[in-house]
């Protein structure tokens, strides 16, 4: 057989087993399916020694049509409901921030993990944009995105029972994904305009040259062109199953043998970290529901850590505030996402200087 040809038949494989654990997750109604399936399946390959790698285009292109998702979950009225409680919003996100990041400092100080890795893995925003970031400010892409996701998972269990302990067993359907309907119709017209900008933000990163600049160049030229009316965003499901196995593969063809046995070996204090952060935001919903009359299942799905998006599923099928669920878990998202890089090489640079 060929090079080619066996690399043929190995991307045949890397397909077909993606395809297959997107199905399971989704049945099972683990978040982020569509990114996790190809991740996993990628890890599987690059661990057995099957060489596969993700052209740099092709990644960049996944990275802003991820940027474009983004933009379109974030609308203009966002902001409008995080100005009406600023100064609860303020508070909250802080807190939750500063959790975060002392728990990613415990991690670096006791060397679970890198210093910059454990501060990007612990930070409490959105998963995939936290792990494509993350690589372009020197943390190991690997263990960020081992983090995130483990914490997505299990922010998304503990919220759906927490859901149903509140509804008290039977308080309607239970919190699932979306049938996955790769082919749902969409505007044409609106979905190349998108297409436009997605082109636009990958453009204007390759000129500007920033760190993980096709998310980030096209989440704002998206943002901007959405709020002001010109463009509506508009995403197959078909286009982000695409990207999302981009991005999944782009990470899972980086693991190894060796960096699994790392992952499994810092797993139990890693996890200790994830529940531990996730019992402090079970106590700022405390407060909330204490002091500012927040009912409580809608202040524990507001504080939740992460999995903005699992999140927002499980709101929908509850009797809660949605609007005010969904600002605290943006505008946490943003702070994180534009502090983040200042934040975890200020405190990575301070832990080293300790240590020396």
């Known amino acids: 057989m060929t090079m080619a040809q066996a690399g043929l038949t190995r991307w045949a494989g890397l397909i ?32 057995s020694g099957r060489a596969l790698k993700i052209s740099r285009p092709l990644f960049n292109c996944a990275q802003a049509t991820v940027g474009a998702m983004i933009a379109a979950a974030i609308p203009a009225t966002i902001f409008h409901e995080i100005a009406d409680d600023w100064p609860l919003f303020v508070l909250c996100v802080g807190s939750v921030i500063v959790a975060s990041l002392v728990l ?26 936290m792990t494509l ?17 483990l914490r997505v998972m299990m ?26 309907n790769l082919f749902a119709p969409f505007a044409p017209l609106s979905f ?70 790392y992952a499994a070996h810092a797993f139990p204090r890693v996890l200790l970290s994830v529940l531990t952060l996730i019992a402090i935001c079970g106590l700022f ?40 669920v969904m600002a605290m878990q943006t505008g946490r998202f943003i702070v994180v996402m534009f502090t983040g890089p200042i934040l975890s090489r200020w405190i990575a640079n301070w832990m080293a200087r300790r240590a020396s």
């Open 155 to 180: 922010v998304a269990l503990v919220a759906t029972l927490v859901t149903r302990f509140w509804a008290g067993g039977d308080g309607g359907a239970p919190a699932t994904s979306p049938a996955l």
């Open 192 to 261: 190349l305009f998108t297409l436009l900008t997605i082109a636009a933000g990958v453009l204007a990163a390759r000129l500007l040259r920033i760190p993980a600049g096709p998310m980030l160049m096209t989440l704002i030229v998206a943002s901007v062109v959405q709020d002001v009316g010109w463009v509506e965003i508009t995403l197959p499901k078909w286009l982000l199953a695409l990207a999302y196995a981009f991005v999944g593969w782009g990470i899972g063809l980086r693991f190894s043998a060796e960096i699994l046995r």
């Open 104 to 129: 990613g400092g415990l991690l670096a100080r006791f060397r679970v993990l890198p210093g910059s890795t454990a501060i990007w893995g612990s930070s409490p925003g959105a998963a995939t944009a």
């Open 133 to 149: 970031m993350a690589e372009s400010f020197g943390a190991d892409v690997r263990l960020v995105a081992f983090m995130q996701y």
């Open 16 to 47: 077909a087993g993606s395809a297959a654990l997107v199905v399971a997750l989704e049945w099972l109604h683990i978040p982020a399916a569509l990114l996790l399936g190809p991740m996993f399946a990628a890890i599987g390959f690059a661990a």
């Open 285 to 324: 919903a405390f407060l909330l529901v204490k002091f500012a009359g927040i009912d409580p299942l809608t202040a524990y799905l507001a504080t939740s850590p992460g999995g903005a998006d699992s999140v927002a599923i499980i709101a929908a099928s509850s009797n809660v505030n949605m609007p005010f």
